[in-house]
Structure formats: C-alpha cells, structure tokens
C-alpha cells in the first residue's frame, strides 16, 4: 500500500538533519529545501536549534504532525522513531534511508520486521531501509545528486538497490530521457518494486502518468501482483522494461524429469517478463536505451533509413539491424536520384544514405523529409558527430525540428561527446533524446522490433472427467507410477499408444501376442530410462521379448517393465515445473534426447491460451522440422497447441502438479500420440 502522504505530502520532517550536506541527512534536508516541496519542512537534531535555515527540534515528540519522515539515523535507533511518529504524530509515510539491518545479520532483520509490522498496523507505507529516497514533482526526498527537473508524463524508474538508482539516473539523464517520478526500495521490507507499479497501475491518469517505466529488480517477491499490474498498464498505453539482477543458479535442487532439470528460477523471471509484456534488459545501459526509444513514437515496422556524414557508423549499425532481423532496405538509384543531387559529389543515397564529413544541415533536413515520405522506410536513424572544426548547433536544430514534424521515429546517435559537448548540451536542454553508440541503440531497436504485446487472457479451457483426474491423483506424492500416468492421459484426452505393464516372462510374451509387433520394451522405475539403458525400439520377435525382458528387469531399481505399441513419427515434448510464487513453467521443443542435446526449447507460465502455445511453437529453432521437411511429415501444430492446452488446464485443476514430462509425444500430421509420461507431485 501506498499512502497519499508518500507521494503528495503537506509536511516533512527530517530524522538525523545535519548543516553538512555530505552527509545523508544533511543532503536530504537540502534537496527537500531546494526542490519543488511547498509544505512545512522540520528538522531534528538534538544538538542544532536550527539547520540550513529549517526549524529545528531536539526530538521527534516535539515535532507537529508530520505526513512524511526521512529518516537518516542510527539503524538501532529506527525502531522506536517510527513507533513515535506513527503513534503520535499521525505519520503516514517513512524513508528509512540509514543501512544497517539485514545486511548485518539476525538482529537487523528483527528490527525490519519490527518496523514492516508497525507500518502495517498503522497503515503507513515505508520505503527502505537502505534506500535513497523517493522523487516526483511535488518533493524531492532524496539524498544524492543527480535530482533531475521532475515532470508529468517522464519516465518512472523504480529500484531495488539506491547506488543502481543513481547511476541508472546518470545513464538517462545523460541520453536525454525526463522523469516523473524515481521510488527507491531498498530493503524493501514493507514496500517492493511490484507495490510501485500496482500504485502506479491503480493511479494512472492519461497525460499526466508515466508512458515509460523502468526497474532494477533484485528479488521479485509478488510474482503474480507484477504480472497483474504490467498487463493492465501495458493494456493503458504504457510500456515497461526492467533489468533483474542475481540471474545465477548456483546449485539449483534434484529433479526428476527431463524439464525440472532444464528450467531454473531465471527462466520463471523470464517467462513472467514476457507473459507480463515487460521488455527485459541485462544491463543499466540497456535499460536506459531501451528507456530512450520507447520515448520516441512507436517504431511500427522492421525497415530503417541510415543518415550519416560518416560512414563506419553507418555500417556498423546496418550490421547490427540486419543480422538481428531488421532491415536497411536498399534504395535504388531512381528513386533516389532527386535527393542525389541535392548532396555534394561522393555522396551515397543506397541506404545509409553518407552525406560525407562535409554534408550541411541543410542537406541533412532534405534526406530526414525525404525518408519520412518512403513507403519502404518506417523509421529513421540520423548519426551526426563533429571534427571538432565548427559547430553542430545548426545541424542538431534540424534533427530536433524534423522529429517534432516527421510521422515516422527519428533515432539520434551523437558521438562526439567531447568535440560537440555544449551543442549536445542544449539538444538535450530543447527537449532532444540521443544515443552515443550505434551499436547500443540498434540492440535495443531489435529489442523493440521483437516485442510482442501480452496475449488478453481467455477463460482456461475445461478438461473432461474433471471429477475423475481430481480422485486419481488425490493425495498422491512424490513420482507417480506409470500406469497411474498413462490412465491420467486417458482421462484428459490425450493420445497414447496401448502398452501393458508386466513383471514376467510369460506375462511379456502374452503382452506382444496381444499388442502385436514392433513393439517397445522399457524398464519402470527409473526417471530417466535411457540413461540406464532402460529403453529398447523395434523389437519384432518373441525371442527379442524374452531376452529383452530379462535384461531390462535387472536394472538398479527396476520395478517392472513396460511392453508398449511402438510408435513412428517427430518426437516432440512438453514439459512443467512449478517455480515458487511464480507458478508452473510450461516448456515445448523436440523431444526424446534431442531436447537436452540441442535445448532448443519454448516456455511460459500457466495458463496457456492457445495462441501463446502456438506462438511458443513458432518460436522454435526446430519450428520447420514441426512443419514438415525434406520430404518427411510434420506435425499439425493446432494439434500440438491443443495438447499443451490440456497440460495448462490440467495443472489449474491439479495444482499440486510439481514436474510433468511428455517425452516423447510422437506422431505424423494430425497424429500425436504421448509415448512416456513423468509425473511428480
């Protein structure tokens, strides 16, 4: 919960004040004092009657009512402050900015706990401890530098870690990008990055709201609260991106199936980021790229225009676009004759289009007018560096005046940051984004060409004998038995071939009479059967069952065997994991070995709608084997779709599901039958 009094306070006190603004209380008070805050401001400070001109008091008791408090003090001395203030002095927010607590060990978690509870009892928000402090345009309670000009509609960059904050504030100031309002988290014991976007979510207001937010995140407590809100801002015109750090997965926990070993907690990040339509990043950087093109006009298609007066840049950034998958489409010499001889001999109009180290402003406004009018171009990338033999401010007056004019997007690399300082300077100051590499900028263009918008969720489908799957697996843990599987994937309608399930020889040589040959003999008991041998294809004599038979039986931990119809056709596979507070990871991909040799695999969180299965199909590297090949059938992936369907509604009936593999599901067209089946609970 964010309260008002966080965001638009009448009143401020600052816990710790100093007259030394190297110091956080002293800078707090400074930039409270300095910044755009119209309320009443308070000191306190036992040894100071006044501080930087604020009235000042000895402690918290004799202060007035106080909306908001920033404290900057002793981390022991945190708890019974904020139990004053919001006992006594009706407060409704509190910074902790003082450090000291969980990162020292038991006794600073017990105080975060401590103070978490008494917000929450008082239904007060705090932000920290270990926190920088929040900004908007109403105050700037903050204690590092840089505090930007605040303005309605800029961006939103909301962090977990203060020191990431301000460098990610650098980054984007430098490039150009405004800010509406900045939320420091820290410690995030009461208040995380997922509460700022719901508040964001819940109090969004056209033109006035953020259309860009970005995040630093190191734990996502509230998976499906982030989930939830991103959706609904993406669905009001907002865009989000977001860089989450600690992606390692050192150790990682046993699994029993092929996916559980595969998916690891970065993939449930992953998976959430993109069912939630949040664009993630690796790096502030990116962050802060991605932050500046998403704060030009909407790229609407794949084809970009290259202006430069030099040409290595010009190249290098094709190179990037084309090999990612956008193009710099060529520009034939008719159609860019007219424009051709506007520029000085040598120039090239193919596309980048060099004007040469000598091209004016002036040529440099005729090419960017030109491309906005090309059916064949949808966005436009201007690259303008200096000699340092005269001045850009001309030819930087153009780009502005032709993004404010153009219809389509005009990207800006600027990469003289030391020869063209003071123009660059005052580009940024007229209202001007730029970027200072090409190779920066096109990453985050191709991130934007690839971005998909959220799928609007439908209502999952029904399985039939709901009833029955429920009794089945009631009470079941740990690794399921196989016949209990295979008479799951009956109940839910999915395909298999008949097998039986035999302990001897006899029983094996009646199990082959019955379901005739060729057939596949695999051991029961281990998870991973061909890893121990345990899988035998084609065998089309008695004899090959009896010899079969005995050896598969005295496998280490075998249980029985499985005499099975043995089908031909793509192995394909579709595995879940259930990932903690972010739930089950729906994977596909190639199956039988081929999947942890190739890893070539697709994955999403439950529930699946059948467009995300099929767009997760598409997405495979193996997409055209799944298609048809070579003159060798495929398989219908509608039908593909519809099995992972089923998967996604089964784990909404039985979410206790923990791993499930169908590896392989094997089949010819329209036929997809489920050969093996791995279920743990």
């Known amino acids: 919960m964010i309260t008002l009094q966080l965001i638009n306070p009448k009143s401020i006190a600052v816990i710790g004040a100093s007259e030394n603004i190297e110091k956080p209380g002293g800078k707090a008070l400074y930039n409270v004092k300095n910044g755009t805050f119209e309320g009443g401001l308070y000191a306190v400070n036992p040894k100071h009657e006044n501080i930087q001109g604020v009235q000042t008091f000895r402690n918290v008791s004799e202060l007035p009512q106080i909306d908001l408090a920033i404290l900057a003090i002793p981390a022991n001395l945190c708890v019974p402050v904020i139990k004053s203030l919001l006992e006594e002095k009706n407060t409704k927010a509190v910074v902790v900015l003082s450090a000291g607590f969980s990162e020292m060990g038991p006794i600073g978690k017990k105080m975060e706990k401590e103070m978490a509870l008494l917000a929450d009892k008082h239904q007060a928000t705090l932000i920290g401890p270990n926190c920088i402090g929040v900004m908007n345009p109403y105050h700037q309670s903050v204690f590092v530098s840089p505090v930007p000009k605040m303005e309605w509609g800029g961006t939103a960059l909301v962090s977990s870690s203060g020191a990431t904050c301000v460098f990610i504030l650098e980054s984007a100031l430098s490039k150009g990008l405004t800010f509406s309002s900045v939320f420091s988290v820290g410690n995030a014991v009461q208040t995380c990055v997922e509460d700022v976007v719901e508040y964001l979510n819940e109090t969004y207001e056209e033109g006035k709201s953020p259309q860009t937010i970005l995040m630093y995140i190191e734990s996502i407590k509230k998976p499906q609260l982030l989930l939830k809100n991103a959706r609904e801002l993406i669905g009001k015109g907002c865009r989000l991106a977001a860089v989450k750090s600690g992606i390692s997965d050192a150790g990682g926990r046993a699994a029993a199936s092929h996916t559980g070993a595969m998916l690891n907690s970065d993939m449930a990040v992953d998976a959430l980021f993109r069912k939630a339509g949040i664009v993630r990043c690796n790096s502030r950087g990116e962050l802060t790229a991605m932050g500046a093109v998403l704060q030009h006009p909407k790229l609407t298609g794949k084809r970009i225009a290259i202006i430069t007066h030099a040409g290595g840049p010009g190249v290098m950034l094709t190179d990037v676009l084309s090999t990612g998958g956008m193009k710099v489409p060529r520009l034939s010499d008719e159609l860019m004759r007219n424009l051709r001889d506007e520029l000085f001999e040598g120039a090239s109009t ?332």
């Open 350 to 681: 193919a596309n980048p289009i060099d004007i040469l180290a000598t091209g004016t402003a002036e040529q440099l406004e005729k090419c960017i007018r030109f491309c906005d009018r090309l059916e064949s171009i949808d966005g436009i990338v201007v690259i303008f560096g200096s000699p340092g033999l005269f001045s850009n401010i001309d030819t930087y007056r153009v780009i502005r005046e032709q993004q404010n004019s153009c219809l389509k997007p005009i990207y800006t690399i600027l990469p003289s940051i030391l020869n063209a300082k003071e123009e660059m300077d005052q580009f940024v100051d007229e209202g001007g984004v730029f970027f200072e590499d090409e190779f920066v900028l096109g990453n985050a263009l191709l991130n934007e060409s690839r971005y998909v918008a959220p799928v609007e969720e439908k209502e999952t489908g029904k399985l039939k004998n709901e009833k029955k799957i429920k009794a089945l697996l009631k009470d079941r843990k740990g690794l399921i038995d196989s016949h209990v599987g295979f008479e799951l994937l009956d109940l839910m309608g999915v395909s298999r071939p008949r097998n039986k399930f035999i302990s001897t020889e006899e029983e094996a040589i009646n199990a082959a009479q019955e379901l005739g040959f060729p057939l596949v003999m695999k051991v029961v008991g281990p998870a991973h059967k061909s890893d121990v041998g345990g899988v035998v294809l084609d065998v089309v004599t008695l004899e090959a069952v009896r010899e079969n038979f005995k050896r598969l039986i005295g496998i280490k931990n075998a249980a029985g065997v499985e005499v099975c119809q043995m089908e031909r056709g793509l192995e394909v596979l579709i595995g879940v994991k259930k990932e903690p507070g972010f739930g089950h990871i729906i994977t596909c991909g190639l199956g039988g070995i081929f999947v942890e040799i190739l890893k070539d695999i697709q994955y999403t969180l439950a529930p699946v709608t059948r467009t995300e299965a099929l767009r997760m199909i598409r997405s495979l590297k193996s997409y055209k084997l799944i298609q048809g090949a070579r003159g060798k059938e495929g398989i219908s992936e509608e039908v593909f779709a519809e099995v992972i369907c089923k998967v996604s509604d089964l784990l909404v009936l039985v979410p206790e599901i923990e791993e499930m593999d169908l590896n392989p599901l094997m089949g010819r067209g329209h036929h997809l039958s489920a050969v093996d089946v791995v279920i743990k609970m």
